[in-house]
């Protein structure tokens, strides 16, 4: 056969097919529609979900979003609430008189001030500083559950030991930063940092691996779906009340504020800290914050699970994680207009002396419960 | 000044006057760790030569740059002065002049302690919720102060022969209700701050100062009295009307801050009830006698003043020469008897770092009142 021929028997077969298979594919390809395109759908959204979940856990939340929206919050919040204590207003004229805007303003007037450096200091460790003290506790955040499938980095059966390894890391950075300052002020405060860390992050530790005994896992996750029955702060009272008072002696809060005492030594170790690289450093006190907070939600009031109403569970969701947090923080604020600040000396009686023992005596207390409910 | 050497086991800072807490003074503390071991008080830093001033003015001008040694007080100060001259000069003050002066330098007193009662709670960190609280409520204070002498803070308003205008129409009535107020608000301080235990834990043995020392050192006023020395010299030396009038002199056996602030605390309320009796009783007549705009003094004349300040005991000393000026003012004020109380405490006792701002403002200084 020659060539033309075999193209015209191409186009015949070509017309056959489309006068006789072509409609009935078309009429089959419509009448699968109705399966097919929920499958289509579904597989868009399994694109999308695994490539684009990481993205919106690292811009929404638990990440930049949610950090510096919460910074904004809290700092505006401790304003308002503290000026009402001291019988002023507060941040009034940006904003219309609720005054938000003006923790923007102050942001922004933060970063284009000029940034000095002290002569004698050391000026890689005294730059990195401000840098590195708020990735520390934003790094232990990415570890913390805000819902059964909403890990950031799901370290799985070790998520507990690596936030706290991650946390114990802080306090060497205000160290550094004390002695790279080269001031009289930071380096006091930089010491008293040490001591009070230690005083304060051994409780805390004994309390978290009892709550992880008790649930019988070292993964947060596992530790929130122990307490469906019942939330932790009730088992592990005791612990509960040592790692609240622990928390805000690691967030060096009010009661705490021994490192940077302003009436004592100016700032402590953030003396010498100016413009943008003081931001930081405040960046790094409401994160370290939240992320003890975090972590005493996620341990004791049942981080992501919903309250029970007459034994009915409530829907789990990442919203009562958020309103535990705000409560967490209203109270912790609060705390701040009533009490002073301690010494070093009793701040540090107060971690060796009590919390230390009874930390003791609540990891004893749950070991002979565990060792009960299995029997 | 010239620093003493520093001894090589210790750091020397100087809390100087860019700390936040420590007003315009300048002090040394020699640091070891955390314990102080050294405190020198940098006294004359703000040296202003009020004292030579005064021999540059008129007897009457010089009621007005003796006020400004200490703003908060300026009544008892001036109270001084004016006494002083009235001595010198032998002028007669009528008897209801000499009540005004009482009201005035009570609510002066009042004034001052909230001042330091809210600068020592701020001492021991708390925000300065309550430094805004007393500032707050001396309002109350000012807004008399004003009504009767047109002025809010310094008001010159004492004048060798009396004082320069009678109570107003009705005062007596307003000082009742603010009296009435801030006893009420006197409580909350109490149940909100003295009653804390962790305030309590901040001031309770901190720079103790004992009986003997306090007697020793020359301590005075509310420094003196919180170490359980019974001393005031308007019990002692009465002076204006305080000798008819019935109040107590508050004593403390602690010694320590917080001995310190109670007293501050309870002279508040004794300042309030002597307040209220003067409102009462205040007898009639005229308020000044007539005095020449320039009196001359007679030569060779040596008049001495003692007043309770706020802050303790004030002497004012002058000799004249006959002149229509002071020869010579000496002025012996309360803070400087009290700075040289606070540098001996940190050989007295244990103070920490964070103990010194509290030691410090539970003396309630005055500097410009210490350096004159």
């Known amino acids: 056969m020659d060539v033309v021929t075999l193209i015209w028997l191409y186009i015949l077969g070509l017309v056959r097919w489309l006068l006789h298979e072509a409609p009935l594919q078309v009429i089959n390809f419509i009448r699968s529609l109705p399966t097919l395109i929920p ?47 001291m019988l002023r207003i507060g941040p009034y004229y940006c904003g219309k008189r609720s005054g938000w805007l003006q923790v ?220 535990k947090l705000a409560v967490i923080v209203v109270i912790i604020v609060l705390i701040r207009t009533v009490y002073p600040r301690l010494r070093l000396d009793q701040t540090l009686r107060l971690g060796w002396n009590y919390l230390m023992p009874l930390s003791l005596l609540n990891l004893l207390m749950t070991i002979i419960l565990k060792w009960g409910l299995i029997i | 000044m010239t620093e003493p050497e520093i001894k090589p086991e210790v750091m020397r800072i100087s809390w100087g006057p860019q700390h936040p807490m420590s007003g315009q003074t300048r002090i040394l503390i020699d640091v070891d760790g955390e314990v102080v071991r050294r405190i020198i008080a940098d006294i004359g830093f703000t040296h202003r030569g009020i004292e030579k001033i005064l021999e540059n003015r008129t007897f009457i001008q010089g009621i007005v740059p003796i006020e400004r040694m200490v703003m908060a007080d300026t009544a008892n100060i001036a109270l001084g002065y004016v006494q002083a001259v009235e001595e010198a000069l032998g002028i007669e003050v009528p008897e209801r002049a000499k009540w005004i002066r009482s009201l005035i330098c009570e609510m002066g007193r009042i004034n001052s302690h909230l001042y330091a009662f809210g600068l020592q709670v701020e001492c021991t960190g708390y925000f300065p919720a309550v430094f805004l609280w007393t500032t707050v409520d001396r309002e109350v204070l000012l807004d008399l102060f004003e009504k009767l002498t047109g002025a809010r803070w310094s008001y010159s308003f004492f004048i060798p022969g009396g004082v320069r205008a009678d109570l107003p129409e009705g005062f007596r009535d307003e000082v009742r209700r603010a009296v009435e107020y801030l006893r009420r608000r006197f409580q909350d301080y109490w149940d909100a701050m003295v009653e804390n235990p962790l305030f309590e834990m901040r001031n309770r043995g901190v720079g103790v100062l004992s009986r003997e020392d306090a007697i020793r050192l020359g301590a005075t006023g509310p420094v003196l009295r919180g170490s359980g020395v019974d001393m005031d010299v308007r019990k002692d030396e009465p002076y204006a009307a305080y000798g008819d009038l019935d109040f107590k002199v508050i004593t403390e056996r602690e010694g320590d801050c917080f001995a310190r602030l109670k007293v ?39 008049a001495l003043s003692r007043v309770e300040t706020a802050r303790g005991e004030l002497g004012v000393h002058i000799f004249t020469d006959g002149g229509l000026k002071p020869y010579r003012v000496k002025i012996n004020s309360p803070t400087l008897r009290n700075m040289y109380v606070f540098e001996r405490l940190a050989e007295l006792n244990r103070v920490l770092v964070a103990d010194l701002p509290v030691i410090l403002y539970s003396i309630d200084p005055w500097y410009l009142d210490c350096d004159r």
């Not at chain 1, 993205?55 to 809290?74: E, N, R, S």
């Not at chain 1, 100016?266 to 931001?279: A, C, I, K, N, Q």
Request: glycine share 6%; with cysteine; net charge negative.
């Open chain 2, 264 to 302: 501050r605390f309870h002279e508040i309320e004794q300042s309030l009830n002597i307040m209220e009796q003067i409102a009462d009783e205040i007898p009639g007549g005229p308020v000044r006698t007539k005095v020449p705009l320039f009196p001359r003094s007679k030569p060779g004349v040596e």
């Open chain 1, 39 to 85: 499958e289509l759908l579904k597989w868009l959204w399994d694109f999308i979900w695994f490539n684009f979940k990481p993205l919106a856990q690292i811009i929404v939340i638990p990440g930049l979003a949610f950090i510096l929206l919460f910074a904004m919050i809290a700092v505006w919040f401790e304003r308002k609430f503290l000026a009402r204590a």
């Open chain 1, 104 to 323: 923007i303003a102050d942001f922004l007037k933060l970063f284009f001030k000029e940034f000095v450096i002290p002569d004698d200091a050391e000026k890689v460790l005294f730059l990195a500083a401000p840098v590195l003290l708020p990735t520390i506790p934003a790094l232990a955040i990415t570890l913390i559950p805000f819902d059964s499938n909403w890990v950031l980095f799901d370290a799985g059966g070790l998520s507990l030991p690596v936030f706290l390894a991650i946390a114990g890391l802080a306090p060497v950075i205000p160290i550094f930063t004390g002695w790279a300052a080269n001031n009289k002020y930071t380096i006091i405060g930089s010491f008293r940092t040490a001591y009070l860390y230690i005083s304060g992050e051994i409780p805390l530790v004994i309390c978290a691996a009892a709550t992880a005994l008790l649930a019988g896992s070292l993964d947060l996750v596992d530790i929130v779906e122990a307490q469906k029955p019942i939330w932790f702060a009730i088992p592990q009272f005791i612990g509960f009340l040592i790692f609240f008072v622990g928390l805000i002696l690691e967030a060096e809060r009010t009661p705490f504020d021994v490192p940077t005492a302003e009436t004592e030594l100016v700032m402590g170790w953030r003396t010498e800290f100016s413009g943008v690289l003081f931001g930081f450093t405040m960046m790094a006190e409401y994160l370290s914050f939240l992320g003890w907070t975090l972590l005493f939600i996620v341990l004791y009031l049942g981080g992501y699970l919903g309250p029970s109403l007459f034994g009915v569970p409530l829907y789990d969701h990442i919203f009562w994680m958020l309103l």
